[in-house]
Structures are given as C-alpha cells and as structure tokens.
C-alpha cells in the first residue's frame, strides 16, 4: 500500500478479505470468499470519505462506483481462477473435505482523474490447514496510549480503510511492536488526569473484543474500523446467547479485576486470542494476563466457542453459497 501510494502520490480505500480454497467432491477446486459483499461495500464509503476528506466529492458521481464494484468483481474472479488453477496442478493435496488452503486478497481504489483505478493482488503461503482444529498461541498486545505526537485513527476518518494508515500507523509499528508484541492497541483518555483511564478502541489492524467475568462481551463500534471478522463475532454472539453490551472498555475495568478473556478479530485470521495486555505506563501501568483462566479448559474459552460457531456456519465441505462466504461466479 505504502510503495503504491508513494508511486501514484494519492492515497486510496482498500480492503483485504479472506479466500478459502477446498477440494469438491467433484475432485475440482473451489474457492470461496468470506464476506464480498461487506468487502464491497465498505470500499464504496472509505472512498467517498476519502473524496470527503479532500474535498472532491463532486469529482466522481456514484456510477462510476458501480463501474469500480464490477471491475473489482471481475479482478477478484481473475485472481480466483488463477488460485484455482495453481492449486489444481500444484503437488500439494488436499485429502479431506476439511483441509483448506487460505489466502488474502487485497483490493484497492485510487482516484485517477475524473475515474476510479482499482487494482488486486492476492497472497497465499499454500500451506494446507484444517480451520475446524485451529490451536492458535495466545499472542501479547500493547497499548499504545494517546500521546499527541502518534498517529492515531479515532479523529481522522476510523470508519474508513485508507491505505494512508499503512504509512501513518509506521511510528506506532516502530515503537511498540517490539520484543514479542503482536499488536499494537489503539486508545484514548477518558479523564482529566491522562494516566488515570482510558478507553480502549482497536487494534493497528484488528478489532478488539474483551470477555468480562459477568459473561457479556464488550468490543468498540463506535471511532473504529469495524471489520468482517468483528461482524461475524457478534452475529455468532447473538446465535450462542452471548450479550455484547455497547459498554467502552477501560483500563480501569482491568485494574478491578472484571477482564476475564481478550481476543481480536481479523478478516483473514477470524479470532485470535489474547494472552497478555501490557500498559508500559510509569505512573499507572498495566499488565493483565490470563492467569486467573488457567484452570479453565481451553475449548470452554467463549472465543473458542465463538469461533467454532462462525467455522461450523460456514462449513466449506458442505459447498454451499451462503450471504457471508460464497463463490462469486
């Protein structure tokens, strides 16, 4: 994002989804896309707010969007096809309905004139996984803090995916994301004394969900990029019983003891648990960890739940064309 932002000296609306590639019974390759639509739709109003941010919203009328949706679904088919095809041919098999291979396919929109440019590429490590036994290692997160001197999202367009984040967030990357941290936590002060709380928002690239010992689940809608991953989670929420209260989560909520879980979502990875939440703070640091959950079966975590729910929805093996994962063709 960064290398074509600095080529075309403009900055676009992009969006990254995940495409799932399995074996038919037909012994043919099919590949299926998670949440196309959402995908879409969320690139038409990060770029008018783009056009927003600069002013230019008279540039472009509203059908040259439905020219720069179909041109992005003719892409997305080529790149499909072309994934199809290697995997076809390649020495890697796929031996049970449950083994997929994954990969991301990123979609950008840049202004070119009085036209929108839309470009794709498309990434896989071809390895084979099987999304039903998913053991994903805890990872460690900091938070970020609200110093005025980092780029942060919530006063600068948050609804939008712009591909000018991937440059602005670099100086968070370069400080925090460091010695073991996996993400890096986006907040803001909620009090006049700066160390005394704050709000905890997302992370540089995923939604933050946080599991109270009440049971309710908390994760920011609001001055956030909500995602398909974070969609998902609360539909699947919903399905189980789960409350997902509109409450902010605080720092102080961590300090009194009410976190019992944290996960963050991503389009590609779905749910990824979180281990550890470090505030490095010299005054009123933080750090929380799992420790009161060790005695707790892993497959009774509400993630774990949460994310076999969103898994057994979308069952690949079955090959059916549903809302929120399908073939586009």
Known sequence: MEHLEATHSSAGAYTVMRCDISQSKEIKMKAYLWGLEFHLDRLCTSFEALLK???????LPSPHYEV?????RNIISALVDELETSQSSSVFSIS?????ITAMITILWSKRGHDIHVQGHLFSNNKLSDPHSYDCVPITTVIAGADPELPSRHDHTPSAKLSSWCRKRRPLEDKFKINGIDEVL??????SVAVQ?????????????IVYKDGTIRSPTKDVLCGFA???VMKAAKNLGIQIVDEPITLQDARDGLWAEAFVTSSVRLIIPV???IFENSEAPVDWTESDMVDLEWDRRKWRWLYESIINSYDLSDHQSQSDIQRIR
């Not at 720069?68 to 992005?72: I, L, N, Q, R």
């Open 96 to 100: 049970t309905s449950n083994q997929t």
């Open 186 to 191: 986006l907040a803001r002060n909620i009090s």
């Open 197 to 209: 709380n704050m709000e905890l928002l997302e992370g540089l690239t995923s939604n933050l969900f």
């Open 68 to 72: 720069a949706v179909e041109e992005s």
């Open 230 to 232: 974070q969609y998902l």
């Open 53 to 59: 941010t600069n002013n230019l919203t008279d540039v």
């Open 275 to 277: 281990g550890k939440i």
